[in-house]
């Protein structure tokens, strides 16, 4: 179920389009940062098919600016990226691809199999750390590496703000505080 919301625009008299502007430039702001510390987490991945990995990205006085999970599976894998400006979202980008049969087999009998990509970005003003703006585009493709190159040409198209945007803030809150590979066992591994 997708939501209609105009959040931003309605909330102290500030567009989405400006408060997205902003939320680009804190954004390129983090990326460029080369001062901040990686610290990685992994779940016990050489035992199980399921795996996560967490990266914290922090400035030298501790700060977290950046916070990167990867989840992998059988079928595929998936990246989740939060920044946060003051300790607060501000922004989510999700980068998911899986593989799935096609229903059509080769000349010697065997399966084929589709890749499917998808990227989404999801814009939270940090003030309340609300969902303003969500885009996302996919792809399916018969070869893994052709993947990629489609996703760069497919433009981002407005998506409705849905469960998954208002699920991220507290997701995050959650993986925020996860600080061992023990912690990050415990957070994949519960019921």
């Known amino acids: 179920m997708a939501i209609n919301v105009s959040h931003g625009e309605a909330k102290r008299g500030v567009k989405v389009s400006e408060k997205v502007a902003e939320i680009r430039t804190w954004y390129n702001e983090i990326q460029n940062d080369k001062s901040l510390k990686a610290v990685t987490y992994k779940t016990n991945e050489d035992q199980d098919p399921h795996s996560a990995k967490i990266t914290r990205y922090e400035t030298p006085g501790g700060v977290l600016k950046k916070l990167h999970v990867i989840y992998g599976g059988e079928h595929g894998v998936e990246g989740v990226t939060?920044?946060?400006?003051?300790?607060?979202?501000?922004?989510?980008?999700?980068?998911?691809?899986?593989?799935?049969?096609?229903?059509?087999?080769?000349?010697?009998g065997q399966s084929t199999t589709v890749t499917i990509g998808a990227q989404y970005r999801y814009y939270y003003d940090p003030s309340d750390e609300k969902c303003i703006r969500a885009l996302g585009k996919t792809v399916t493709a018969k070869e893994e590496q052709d993947v990629a190159k489609l996703l760069k040409k497919a433009g981002n198209k407005p998506i409705g703000i849905d469960e998954t945007a208002l699920k991220h803030p507290k997701d995050s809150k959650k993986l925020v505080a996860i600080k061992s590979n023990a912690e990050l066992d415990t957070y994949f591994n519960q019921p």
């Open 82 to 108: 939060y920044y946060y400006l003051k300790g607060k979202l501000f922004f989510v980008y999700v980068a998911h691809e899986a593989w799935r049969f096609s229903g059509e087999t080769k000349a010697d």
